[in-house]
């Protein structure tokens, strides 16, 4: 049971802040994971190809088809990994935000605070709902301004690459194998 009003009031909007910014979390995960199955349709597909190349290299525009099919699918593949991959060249702009006290952060969590001052400053952010929101907002507006649109850039890239290559090399390699 909550002593005040105040706790009630913290305890509402933690809960509204932590369903924001985990729906924010689930998006995150949902493009990912649409990522995997790309990389693994992808895979496939060049598995296929680079097994059976000798059997589609027939003429020069079968040849030319593979390749396409080939180069989109590795493209692909590149592409959607350094997606789920964090980045490991990070702009000098994002390496300074990271320096903000941020803990939904690992790095940041294991850079700048032991288990005491962390636990200190929770209890801190308890009594501080301003400071409170700012750690919430930071997190939510890194996701949405951030990494929801890196994701969804590089997921659009690389599957329509994937799936243009598919349909303008196997339509070469048919080509191909009628001339």
Known sequence: MPKNQDDVTFAWSSSVRGDILSTFEELTRHFENKANWIISIASVILVFF??????????????????????????????LTSMIIP???????????????????????RKNLTEEKLISYLKELRTNGLEMDKQFGRAIYQIADRRLPYLI??????GWTLVYSFLIGSALILIGMFI
């Open 50 to 79: 680079l097994s059976n190349f000798e059997k589609f290299a027939i003429s020069r525009i079968s040849t030319l088809g593979v390749i396409i099919v080939l180069g989109g699918s590795a493209f692909s593949i590149l592409n």
């Open 87 to 109: 980045n490991l060249f990070k702009s000098k702009r994002h390496k300074e935000e990271l320096n903000k006290l941020d803990i939904f952060h690992y790095s940041n969590l």
């Open 153 to 158: 850039k590089k997921l659009k890239m690389g």
